[in-house]
């Protein structure tokens, strides 16, 4: 099993441009999720997915958009993107509620300018 | 309420060491506090949880110590190794939702 996987890596965008993160995982896990990490404030969740075709709002959803057509696949999309926006970004995934393990990707690390 | 209070925010440990952080709540709601533990350009891996029925739980040289009147909880990394050099993170949540409520970090480094 790969687990999270998340494409790309790296990715550097202007100020305005617009992008899809892209998060699979092969787990069959029902509930997936997106954070973001910033220095010294630990990890905020931006969106998260109870099963497909169902997604509800994190901590800091403005700016973002999110998907869930497939158990697999939870894409992460920005739109217009801000220097706010520069951040680690990291999906997970769980089989369950609250007391379940959430197992997270290698992370995309963008940088807007 | 819905905060998780972690310190130090760094931590510098001898090798042979105990490594000691701390965390806070106040929703009494929490009932499930795991530790995740990040390497650099990792992403963040389960290293231990408790629920707050048991006081201590041990998985080798990780320790959680929980204090539910006092709602704090603490990892103990006993005989502290470089290898154990990773930002830590506590997190706190209601069994009855789907999120996790996450620490700021804390990052150790364990001098050889």
């Known amino acids: 099993n790969a687990g999270v996987t998340q494409t790309p890596k790296f990715r550097i965008l202007k100020i305005g441009q617009s992008m899809t993160l892209q998060c699979t995982q092969d787990m069959n896990h029902n509930y997936m999720y997106w954070y973001r990490q910033d220095p010294g404030m630990g990890l905020k969740l931006i969106y998260y997915?109870?099963?497909?075709?169902?997604?509800d709002k994190g901590e800091v959803p403005n700016g973002y958009n999110v998907s869930r057509s497939t158990t697999e696949d939870f894409p992460l999309r920005l739109e217009l993107a801000a220097p706010s926006q520069t951040s680690v970004y990291f999906c997970?995934?769980?089989?369950?509620?609250?007391?379940?393990?959430?197992?997270f990707g290698p992370g995309t690390r963008l940088l807007v300018l | 309420q819905q905060q998780v209070k972690q310190s130090p925010q760094s931590l510098i440990v001898q090798k042979g060491g105990i490594s000691i952080i701390n965390c806070a709540y106040e929703n009494t709601a929490f009932d499930y506090f795991p530790w995740y533990q990040q390497f650099p350009g990792k992403g963040p891996a389960l290293l231990i949880a408790i629920r707050p029925d048991v006081s201590e739980k041990k998985e080798g040289r990780f320790t959680i110590s929980f204090n539910k009147s006092a709602k704090q909880f603490s990892l103990h990394i006993m005989d502290s190794q470089p290898g154990d050099s990773a930002t830590y993170f506590c997190a706190a949540s209601d069994s009855g939702t789907y999120k996790y409520i996450f620490g700021t970090g804390t990052r150790l480094k364990v001098l050889a």
């Open positions: 997915s109870v099963g497909a075709g169902i997604t």
């Open positions: 997970a995934s769980s089989s369950g509620t609250g007391t379940e393990t959430q197992y």
